[in-house]
């Protein structure tokens, strides 16, 4: 299995998605600019957190038009798994690959710690390996996190089983707690905490390595290959 980790200018996170691949699978991963024009080698995008070019005119509003952005369409449309993490979630609700937006914390302050996340569905290629309900450690950073959607997505979230991560102690006002969605397909996820620093508890949480070792387990599944424990 092939991931790739798209980098902007302004992406400060890549080389910690790129390391949590290598510790946690232990599969290829590559460094991919952002004016690429060919994914079709990588089973599994990973558009990391950071300021992507700055985080001008707003947080991922230009970087959905970067020419990499056109590829991680087609590499969602045609199932394969795209994950964003914080700028990435921004990005891809900018790119209209997610519902909804973030806009700034209630606080109107950048807000840098460990959160306690619910997991609400483990039924997709990124939450397998959890229990649903089950209260994990992972810490966010960003000062625009508050997930906001109209009524109507709501519902269709609601419906759908889309919303896969809530918040047990909401740091930014998010609608309903909301901290992670997926697309209607289950192929595109985008959450606010960084499941990349919580790999190894040197690093304070190990319950992100899941979210990595569920990815492999479900493109093994898919290619009729071992899964992992």
């Not at 994990?136 to 959607?149: F, K, R, S, T």
């Amino acid at each position: 299995m092939n991931f790739a980790v798209i980098v902007f200018p302004g992406s400060n996170c890549d080389i910690d998605c790129y390391k949590a691949v290598e510790q946690t699978v232990g599969q290829p991963v590559d460094y991919v600019w952002h004016t690429a024009t060919d994914l079709s080698k990588y089973d599994c995008i990973l558009i990391p957190g950071g300021f992507s070019y700055g985080d001008y005119l707003r947080s991922g509003a230009i970087a959905r038009f970067a020419p990499v952005m056109t590829e991680v369409a087609k590499a969602a449309a045609a199932g394969k798994y795209v994950m964003g993490i914080c700028n990435g979630f921004q990005v891809l609700t900018e790119a209209g690959l997610l519902p909804g937006a973030l806009r700034r914390n209630v606080s109107l302050k950048f807000r840098c710690h460990s959160t306690i996340l619910r997991v609400e569905n483990n039924q997709t290629a990124f939450t397998n390996q959890y229990e649903v309900g089950e209260l994990i450690d992972i810490p966010i950073a960003h000062g625009e996190g508050n997930y906001y959607c109209d009524e109507a997505t709501l519902e269709q979230l609601k419906k759908n089983n889309q919303i896969i991560f809530r918040y047990s102690d909401n740091p930014n006002g998010s609608l309903e707690d909301i901290a992670g969605i997926c697309n209607e397909q289950g192929n595109v996820l985008g959450l606010m905490p960084h499941p990349e620093r919580a790999v190894n508890q040197l690093l304070g949480s190990e319950d992100g390595k899941k979210m990595f070792t569920s990815i492999l387990n479900a493109w093994r599944e898919q290619h009729d290959a071992a899964s992992i424990g």
